[in-house]
């Protein structure tokens, strides 16, 4: 059987011989008391080096393409509260030249009542949640439309409370003068920081938009 020919005791003739009289065929094979050692023969390894370059389109590294696009939906939020700045714009003349330029693009987004909805899907469900556009864009287009969200309560507000004189009418030239104003500086400074490659983070909706966009 296999198992009893391991374990049985083979007979093995000594024949006494000093160690340094041992010779081989071989040059190379050398006996010592541990055993057999070849000092003349090396393993040669080839160590082969990898490069391995990863890129994450999650980075918030942009490239030309990616500036404007993101530049580009700043401008959302500020074409659907733009009605906000009624009192500013008549009053202080340096506004209606900042304005002139984008009167045309402005009539054409408040042509057809539904626009600012239809932009708000087009925006959310093709850019957004579109992995294919990296995370730059799609962080700065989940912030213009949080912001658009946020145009919400100041609606509802003046839907509710709409005094003609006043105190009332005060109260209410000032809330929308400050969300015209507000809106006007999150364009300028999101617009202008995607244009010149960094990573705005607006107040009150940065941390919406991080939550929002893997």
Same mark, same amino acid.
């Given at each position: ?6 374990? $049985? ?47 994450? /389109? ?51 987004? /408040? ?74 500086? $999150? ?6 920081? $995607? ?20």
């Amino acid at each position: 059987m296999v198992t009893a020919n391991l374990f $049985c005791t083979p007979t093995v003739a000594f024949v006494k011989q000093p160690l340094h009289t041992f010779s081989s065929s071989n040059p190379h094979l050398r006996f010592s008391p541990l055993g057999f050692s070849t000092p003349h023969l090396k393993k040669q390894k080839t160590a082969r080096k990898f490069t391995i370059t990863s890129q994450s /389109k999650d980075s918030n590294s942009a490239d030309a393409p990616d500036r404007l696009i993101s530049a580009i939906t700043y401008f959302y939020p500020f074409f659907d509260g733009i009605q906000y700045g009624k009192y500013v714009i008549t009053q202080f003349s340096p506004f209606q030249t900042i304005i002139q330029p984008f009167v045309p693009a402005i009539r054409i987004f /408040k042509s057809f009542p539904f626009n600012g909805f239809l932009v708000f899907l087009t925006l959310y469900f093709v850019v957004v949640r579109n992995p294919s556009f990296s995370r730059y864009v799609r962080f700065n287009t989940m912030q213009a439309i949080v912001l658009d969200v946020l145009l919400i309560f100041p609606d509802l507000l003046e839907r509710s409370f709409s005094p003609r004189d006043g105190v009332g009418l005060d109260i209410v030239m000032s809330l929308d003068s400050t969300v015209f104003l507000f809106l006007l500086v $999150c364009l300028i400074y999101g617009s202008s920081s $995607c244009l010149l490659g960094q990573l705005p983070r607006l107040p009150l909706v940065a941390e919406a938009a991080d939550r929002q966009v893997m």
